[in-house]
């Protein structure tokens, strides 16, 4: 209700004492005493004032300039002539003496040289004793505190080359809005950091590369949260009613297939490369919940829609993004500044970037879960893009393109433009989101390590029965029809079937599987990661193919994480042409090879394990605890493989040194034999 207002540029350059684990004893304790200092001030402030109120005169002008000049003993010095004054200027006393003291401890460390423990002091003071209220709160610049304490300080030995006389008016002259101080304890902090000589103002330690990340408008996160028809949608987490997680993620084809969208966007903001000043910045990340507007919204909630109201959600999902790039480019300068090649976009929708406006893409940073290698074909209309996957109507991007949209008048097609759907060289491809139950019973995890693997090949999950042909590039069908004819479950072991017809725990029959399929979706499907967070060794299906069902992978499809980590010796390449010949083909693979290939799977797997967000760290070691109480020979086998390396690196140290010891005798004999072959040459005499 109402015009949205941006919101003012957060730069907060202080982190808690917490953060710094490096600091010595004698800081901390002096932490504990400038936070008890900060206590005192923020309790007593209002008496205290009220006593110097009772107790001015002619001394208050020599209190302002001792305390300028950093003598602090002296404002308790000054003579009072009538009794009122002398009992005000005792309790003044004797409520500061406290704080007094910790000040001046604070000043001789300070003075002492030891400038880590001086940032000690002043992150901890800033924050309040420790509270967060740095990462929640608006806080001036560190130039513009600098500017302003330098002002107050020079203002005591030259008034006459000042602007200002007292610490609030040089913040005012610096450019400091002072209704974005939460309290008067800010000011107090702040006269603390002159009277303990602390006249520049340390930044927070950020990891590099440091990122920003836009607080957008709610339309484009929030408000979508608002309007979704159910919890478990848009989110990767839920909370029970005694406060617990809950997943949202499962294997059942109901639950929510794009937590990537929330995971992402909560890892950016508690990450310790996040940077809350945009001007220090070296990445800006973008985050628009387009999947939750276009599957959990659109059509499901009269509002909101994007200019027009339209059929094609992949329609609302470009002018979502547009309009997220208007925001950005209209209230900051950091768009403009660079051209958005340091802009990072998440797009976590089951055709990755392939629809990405294509102002965006071929600017940006593209993160998505779809790696497609494609070209640009000639489209209806005469425009060339690449060839929507999808076998729904509403999520294909080369059907339906009205152009009543004033914003884009020639149609959201010209919009998106012939831009691929990756380009390695610039985007990456993405995990997706998988949590720990997922992968219970995986080896890698404490899963029963012994348990046999008596299943050839894996495929479980919608074959597309009641889909359209689009569905998987035809793919799942045809694999469907191959094993059904082929009796491939009897006669190879290899099991293709839905969730009906293979029943049992997802996690114990990857575990026991050798080989895993990995065929799409309507886009990314999530069986790379599922195989190679079992052991399991994946065949993918890509490359070119002389039939109409290969047009999916035409290009190849490029797998998370395949542009940084050598993917090729951890799986198995198959084109659609060669799926007849599947069972020829696992078994023509050598049993060396087979665990070479899985070997590389253990390098790898953690990979495919988002484990930065504590919840999923916790209970994914809570979950290998569980498992290794259930099976305690796998800490056995786990103690012997490492013995094992143990020996074969002490072996591997001694042929080294007794090598090292050959080469070096053969050096020296060498030149022995050297020295001695030499013939002497008698002088010519004429």
Known sequence: AGQEQAPPIPQIYFTPLSADKAESSEAAAAAAAAAGAVGDVEEKSREAADARNRGADAG???????????IVDSNRSNKVTTSDQTRSAAADQQQQQPSQRRLEQQQQQSNSGSSSKGRSLLRHMWTGGGRRRDIYRWAPTQQQVTAAVQAWLASSTAAAASSCSTL???LVAAGVAMDRLTSDLDVQVLQQMVETGMTEVPQGRTRRPRIFV??????????????????QTCSWRIFSKSNFTLYTTSNAESSWRYPLESHLHELMLQSPH?????????????????????????????????????RSHIKQG????????????????????????NHIWLFAHDEGACWAPEEIYNRSIMLSQWGRMSHAVPQDGGISMTTSSTSRWEYNYNKADDKDDPAMPEGFM??????????????????????????????????????TRDILLLLRGDLGAHRGPDFSGGLRQTLAKLAKAGNWKARHGIWIGTERELEGDQSVLLSRSRYCLVVPRDGWSGLFEDAVLHGCIPVVVTGPSGSASGGIAAGGIAQPFSALVRLSSAMVKVTPDDLPALPRILRDVTLLEEEEMRANLGKIWHRMAWLSHPWVENHLTALVRDNLRKHPWVQEDLDS????????????????????????????????????????VPPIID
Request: hydrophobic letters at 35%.
């Open 168 to 170: 609030h008016e040089c």
């Open 274 to 310: 996040r940077t809350l000043n945009p001007e220090e910045a070296d990445f800006f990340y973008v985050p628009v919940y387009a999947s939750c507007f276009m599957e959990a919204v659109a059509g499901w909630a009269d509002a909101p829609w994007w200019n027009v109201h339209s």
């Open 318 to 341: 470009v002018s979502m993004y547009l309009d997220a790039l208007n925001w950005i480019r209209t209230t900051y300068p950091y768009w403009n500044a660079t051209k958005g090649s």
């Open 214 to 231: 836009y607080d957008m408008p709610s339309r484009f996160v929030g408000r979508l949260l608002q309007y979704r028809p159910s919890k």
């Open 60 to 70: 208050t002008e020599s209190n302002k300039s001792n305390t300028k000049s950093n």
């Open 414 to 451: 010209k919009a998106i433009g012939s831009h691929p759907c990756y380009t390695p060289s610039k985007d990456l491809v993405l995990p997706a989101f998988k949590p720990p139950p997922l992968y219970h019973a995986s080896p890698f995890v404490g899963g029963d390590s012994r348990r």
């Open 641 to 680: 493989q490492r013995l094992q390396q143990q020996s074969a690196h002490q072996h591997m140290g001694r042929q080294s040194f007794f090598a090292a010891e050959a080469a070096a005798a053969a050096a020296a004999e060498a030149d022995s034999s050297n020295s001695n072959s030499e013939v002497l």
